[in-house]
């Protein structure tokens, strides 16, 4: 795994960004974006990896890892902006009771996969 991290950052001929440096882009893709535009961008991003997950088990010698990698990434950055526009406690309060109900499944032995 910190191969592909080496690759993937010699490729993209990027470095570590500093916290505040995060902090700002983030910032700034939250508040000068109207939330119209970062639900459209976020649900874009999440369509891209839907697809690339698609192919990568229709065709998984033609999608390299990497490629899944980078779209984890775009819809990760785009869900932390997102997240902030929503209550946090009730996006907490979502992902407890499906934990749980995961949890249940799993006691429960309801499913092989879930």
Do not use: C, W
Request: charged share 30%; hydrophobic share 40%; net charge positive.
């Amino acid at each position: 795994m910190i191969l592909h991290t080496v690759i993937l950052m010699n490729v993209l001929n990027i470095s570590n960004m500093q916290k505040d440096e995060k902090q700002l882009v983030y910032d700034h893709l939250l508040n000068e974006n109207d939330k119209e535009y970062n639900l459209t961008k976020t649900a874009e991003e999440l369509q891209e990896l839907a697809l690339i997950l698609i192919q990568k088990n229709n065709k998984p010698q033609q999608i390299r890892d990497e490629k899944i990698i980078e779209e984890i990434g775009d819809v990760m950055i785009r869900l932390k902006v997102l997240k902030k526009s929503y209550p946090r406690e009730l996006i907490s309060a979502r992902i407890n009771y499906k934990l749980n109900k995961f949890y249940t499944f799993i006691k429960e032995k309801k499913y092989k996969n879930i």
